[in-house]
C-alpha cells in the first residue's frame, strides 16, 4: 500500500507548520490533519491562532485561558486517541515572560505599561510572535507529543511569525544596541555636533507625533532584554534548527482562487528567506473535477426533470462548471508559485466545517483510501 | 426606495475587512460605479496589492496615474511617505537614506504609536484638500484599506494620537484628521464581508469597535453571496430525483448550491440581527471575478445600492 506524501508527514514528522492566506480553511485543515494523527496513534497537539467559534467549541477551546484542552475523540470512532488543543495567544505570551524573568514586581510593571514594549511586542520586534514560536518548541521539546500540527496567522503574517526567532536575534545584535544607546552612531559624521542636532530635531519630531520619550523608553526595554539576552540567544538558536530541520514540514494550505496565486509568490518567497521550504500543497474548496473539469461530459439532465427545475438545474449545473474551469486555470500557476506538489484536494463543502466529525470528514478527503473504495466523491449515478 | 449606501457629499471612502472578502474587488468596483456617475474618483491602495491590476494598470505609483475618464488612482507605500516626511525634516536625500535603511531607525518609527498611519492619513488629507481651478481635484477618494481583524489602526490613529500632542502643528493636523474622520458629510466607512462564519463575526466585532470611536459607517457590504437558484418547492422533487439517480452532477450541484444558500442566509440573518441594519448584497461570481464584465456587474449592484445609478 502505497501512503501519500502527506500520509508520510503525518508519520514521520515532529511538526507540521500549516501556512497560507487568510480565509482558504488553514485552522480547519491543521484541526483534520491533527485529528487524523491521532486517529493513527501519535499522541498530537494542535495549535491554533484564530478558529472560528463552532470549531474552537470543537476543539473545547471556549475559554480563553491559555490552557490545552484534551480533545475527546470518541465520538468520531478513535477512542484512546490524544489530541491536546492549544490556542496560541500571541500577545500574552511574552507578557508571560516579562513577568517570569524581571526581577521586581515593579520593573516587570514598567516594562508592562512602556507604551513602546506594547507596540514592539505586538507588532515590529516579533518579540511576540517568536513567544508563540517558542511555545511550539518548547511543546517539541518537552511537550511529550510525537507531532504537533501548527496553524500560523494568515499569509502576510506568517513570515514574521515564523521569522521572529531570527529579527528577536537581530534586535538583540550589539551594534543595535549601540545605536540605542547613541544614536547619532549611524549619522555619516557621527559624533559630531551637527550629526547631534540633526537627529535630536528628528527625534523631536517623532516625539512630538507620539508624545512619547522614545530614546528612554526605548533604553528602558532594551534594559530588560538585554538581561535576558544569553538565555534567549540560544533559545533562538535552537528555535531556528527546529522550524528548518528535517522533522519540520511547511504545508501551504489554499484555495484555486486567483487572488492567491500572488499572495502565494510573496509567501512563498518570503517563506524562502527564512530558509522555508513548502513540502506539499493542500487545495481546498475545489470542485470535483470528475463532475465539473473541463473533461467532464455534460451527462445531460437526470431522467425525471422538467419544466421550470429542469431550467433551475442546468443553470446550477452551468455556474459550477464556470466556477471549475477558472478553478482549474488557477490551480497551474498556483503549483508553480508554490513551487510544491497538491498533496490533498478538498472540495467545496456545503458550509464550513465546525464540528469534530466534520473534521473527520475532511480527513477522510486528505487521506483517501488508496483502494479508492470510500473515497468521498467517487459515488456516481444514472 | 432610498439606496442603503448612501454616497453624496462624501469625500472619502475607506473600503475595510478582513483579508480574502473582496475588499478590492468591491474598492474597485465602487471606484467605477462613482466614475460613471460623473464623479472624479481617485482610488487609493494602502501597501501594494492587487488593486492596480484590476484597475487595468500594471503598478501603481505613488502619484495618482489616470486610468479612465473621471477616474484616477495610486498607492501609499508607508515606508515611502516616512522617507518623504524625513526628507522634508532633514532635506539631505543621502542621510535620509542612511537613516531609512538603519534596523534601529525602523524599530523606532514603526514602533512609535499610530505614525504610520498618521503619515497615510497625511497624504490621503493632501489629495482630500488639492484644488485646482477653485474646485477639487478629486470629488471622492476611495481607499482599500489594510486588511483588519476587529480593529481599525488606521482609523483610530488620530484619535489616539490626540491625548499625546495637544499643541503645535501636529495637533492642529491630527484635529484636521479627526474632524474629517467624524463628519458623516465628508467620511463613509465600508466595512465589507463574505456571509461566512468567521467572517461574520469579525464584522460585528468592527462594527462594535467604529461605533466606539464615532465614525460614520455604511451598512456591511456583503460579498460573494451565493445565489438563489431554486425555489422552496423544488424539495420535493429534488429529493425524489436524487433518490433515483444518487450522485449526479445536475443534483450534485442543485445541492451543494441549496446548502451554500442556506448557510449564507443563516450569517445573513445573524449581521442583520447584530448590527440592526440591512446589508448591501453582491453576488457571487461564478466565471473569473477579475475580468472587466465581472467588475461591471458588480459596479452596477454597487451603483443602486448608493444611488449612483439614479
Not at chain 1, 530614546?215 to 522550524?243: P, Y
Not at chain 1, 499572495?263 to 463532475?291: C, D, Q
Amino acid at each position: 500500500m502505497s501512503a501519500s506524501p502527506l500520509a508520510d508527514a503525518l508519520e514521520a514528522k515532529r511538526v507540521i507548520l500549516c501556512v497560507g492566506s487568510g480565509g482558504v480553511g488553514k485552522t480547519t485543515t491543521a484541526a483534520a490533519l491533527a485529528v487524523e494523527a491521532a486517529r493513527r496513534g501519535r499522541r498530537t497537539a494542535v495549535l491554533t491562532v484564530d478558529p472560528a467559534p463552532r470549531l474552537k467549541d470543537a476543539l473545547g477551546l471556549g475559554t480563553l485561558d491559555g490552557k490545552p484542552r484534551r480533545v475527546p475523540l470518541g465520538g468520531v470512532g478513535a477512542r484512546g486517541a490524544h489530541l491536546d488543543a492549544f490556542l496560541l495567544d500571541v500577545k500574552r505570551t511574552f507578557d508571560e515572560l516579562v513577568l517570569a524573568l524581571a526581577s521586581t514586581q515593579d520593573q516587570a510593571r514598567r516594562v508592562l505599561e512602556n507604551r513602546l514594549y506594547q507596540n514592539l511586542s505586538s507588532t515590529l520586534a516579533g518579540t511576540a510572535e517568536y513567544m508563540a514560536v517558542e511555545r511550539v518548541y518548547r511543546l517539541a521539546e518537552e511537550g511529550g507529543y510525537d507531532l504537533l500540527v501548527v496553524d500560523t496567522p494568515p499569509a502576510r503574517h506568517a513570515v514574521d511569525f515564523l521569522d521572529a526567532p531570527r529579527r528577536l536575534a537581530n534586535l538583540l545584535d550589539s551594534r543595535a544596541f549601540a545605536i540605542l544607546k547613541d544614536p547619532t552612531s549611524i549619522l555619516p559624521a557621527a559624533g559630531s555636533r551637527v550629526a547631534h542636532f540633526l537627529l535630536a530635531s528628528v527625534l523631536r519630531g517623532l516625539e512630538r507625533f507620539t508624545g512619547i520619550g522614545l530614546v528612554r523608553e526605548v533604553s528602558e526595554f532594551m534594559g530588560v532584554i538585554e538581561s535576558l539576552t544569553a538565555a534567549l540567544r540560544t533559545r533562538v538558536g535552537a528555535v531556528g534548527d527546529l522550524l528548518r530541520g528535517p522533522g519540520t514540514m511547511p504545508l501551504l494550505v489554499t484555495a484555486p482562487e486567483p487572488r492567491l496565486v500572488y499572495e502565494t509568490e510573496v509567501l512563498v518567497k518570503g517563506l524562502a528567506g527564512i530558509g522555508l521550504t513548502v513540502g506539499g500543497i493542500v487545495v481546498n474548496r475545489a470542485l470535483p473535477r470528475a463532475l465539473f473539469g473541463s473533461t467532464a461530459g455534460d451527462p445531460g439532465l437526470p431522467d425525471g426533470a422538467s419544466g421550470a427545475l429542469a431550467t433551475r438545474l442546468r443553470r446550477a449545473y452551468t455556474d459550477l462548471r464556470l466556477l471549475a474551469a477558472r478553478q482549474e486555470a488557477t490551480l497551474a500557476p498556483l503549483v508553480a508559485a508554490a513551487g510544491a506538489p497538491v498533496v490533498a484536494e478538498v472540495p467545496l463543502l456545503p458550509m464550513d466545517p465546525g464540528s469534530l466529525s466534520d473534521l473527520a470528514l475532511v480527513a477522510r478527503y486528505l487521506f483517501p483510501d488508496p483502494t479508492g473504495e470510500t473515497s468521498p466523491a467517487s459515488e456516481l449515478g444514472c | 426606495m432610498p439606496p442603503r449606501l448612501s454616497l453624496a457629499s462624501q469625500r472619502l471612502v475607506v473600503v475595510t475587512g478582513k483579508g480574502g472578502v473582496g475588499k478590492t474587488t468591491v474598492a474597485a468596483a465602487l471606484a467605477h460605479a462613482a466614475a460613471s456617475a460623473g464623479r472624479r474618483v481617485l482610488a487609493v491602495e494602502v501597501g501594494r496589492g492587487r488593486l492596480g491590476p484590476l484597475l487595468g494598470v500594471e503598478r501603481l505609483g505613488g502619484d495618482p496615474t489616470r486610468i479612465d475618464r473621471g477616474l484616477a488612482a495610486a498607492t501609499i507605500e508607508p515606508e515611502t511617505v516616512l522617507g518623504d516626511f524625513l526628507l522634508s525634516v532633514l532635506r539631505f536625500r543621502l542621510l535620509t537614506r542612511r537613516l531609512l535603511e538603519s534596523t534601529s531607525f525602523q524599530v523606532l518609527a514603526a514602533a512609535a504609536p499610530g505614525l504610520p498611519e498618521l503619515l497615510v492619513l497625511h497624504r490621503l488629507l493632501g489629495w482630500i484638500e488639492a484644488r485646482r481651478l477653485g474646485r477639487p481635484v478629486h470629488d471622492l477618494v476611495i481607499v482599500d484599506a489594510p486588511a483588519s481583524g476587529h480593529s481599525l489602526p488606521l482609523l483610530t490613529a488620530p484619535g489616539a494620537l490626540r491625548a499625546l500632542a495637544r499643541l503645535g502643528p501636529v495637533s492642529d493636523l491630527l484635529g484636521r484628521l479627526e474632524r474629517l474622520l467624524a463628519d458623516p458629510e465628508q467620511t463613509l466607512v465600508c466595512p465589507v464581508t463574505t456571509p461566512e462564519e468567521l467572517a461574520v463575526r469579525e464584522t460585528i466585532e468592527l462594527y462594535t469597535e467604529i461605533a466606539s470611536h464615532a465614525l460614520p459607517v455604511a451598512p456591511p457590504i456583503v460579498n460573494a453571496l451565493p445565489p438563489r437558484r431554486f425555489a422552496i418547492d423544488d424539495a420535493a422533487m429534488l429529493a425524489r430525483l436524487e433518490s433515483a439517480c444518487g450522485a449526479h452532477p445536475y443534483l450534485v450541484a442543485a445541492r451543494l448550491q441549496i446548502e451554500r444558500r442556506s448557510q449564507a442566509e443563516t450569517q445573513l440573518r445573524a449581521l442583520k440581527r447584530a448590527l440592526g441594519v440591512t446589508p448591501v448584497r453582491l453576488p457571487f461570481v461564478f466565471a473569473e471575478p477579475e475580468t472587466p464584465d465581472a467588475l461591471a456587474e458588480l459596479s452596477a449592484e454597487l451603483a443602486n445600492a448608493t444611488g449612483f445609478a439614479a
